[in-house]
């Protein structure tokens, strides 16, 4: 879908800051469907629009609108991006606006499946996608101390390094999405919630949503189910593990960064058997030690560095393969 094609609605703190949205994304290519305020009204709305795509413009006013957030991030389908237009966001200008259209266009496009059928006939051909053995997947497993040592982690990555990661963070239903956002802003890689049907790429996170369980099928999508009742951990980064070791074999790796518990050691050894590889944080800069060292008394641990330092040596990894 480019960005003729993508429409857009605008939720913003006032109307002020959703027409000047709307002057700026409009000679831009963007189809601005609806343009409201985040008011109690705000998510009969958005149903009512035809959508491909909601911007959230917060203007500053993040405390005030939680409430509205939680309930968009629960109510609402639609991919979404957050937008901070106050003074403390930065200026907008055209240039930024073409940068945020793109954004915007290629959220839309990774549409569920069901989705994308229904407009077949009217989007570019797809590219064709790499199978699973041709894609290097990599886990990256965190608990308490996790958010700061994966945000470390991929800041550092290499824009160009041939990997598409799975991030399973221990966190709240309701915190995942702003988690990837924050991740999304640091890292050259790009970050998204996973959802059903989209299709995994190198050059990309995908974070396992907290109140689902994240399966990847033969031919290298996402498939969402229901999160197993037996489950200690939410998501469970064990279960994540095993999901890629089965599809990706030999391509598959996984790093286990700062957490409490053992969630991840039993992943470790699936992805171990299956030939991937398995790394984990060091200890001395872990805020908790217990996953990593987990991971390493699974005997499957083959380095461990600070979070930059890993992401150095899987670059390295893959310029000497």
Known sequence: MDANHTRVAILAASSEQGETLRGLLQPVGLQVVHCGGLGEDALAQLDASTADVLLVDLGGEVEAEVALIDALLEHSSLPMMFH??????????????RRLAGKLSAMAAEAPVEAVAAVAAEAAPAVPQATPAELNVWVLGASLGGPQAVREFLAAVDADLPVAFVLAQHIGANHVQTLADQLDRISPFRVMVGRQGHALRHGEVVLA???????????????????????IYSPSIDHVMQAVAATHGASGGAIVFSGMGDDGAEGCVAVARAGGVVWAQDTQSCVISSMPDHARKTHTVTYSAKPRDIAAHLLAFYQDA
Request: aromatic fraction near 6%; glycine fraction near 10%; hydrophobic fraction near 30%.
């Open 84 to 97: 901070d237009s106050s003074p403390q966001g930065g200026r907008t200008s055209p240039q930024w606006a």
């Open 209 to 231: 949503p907290a109140d689902r369980q994240l399966k990847l099928t033969s031919d290298g999508y996402v498939a969402l189910g229901e999160a197993p009742a037996e489950a």
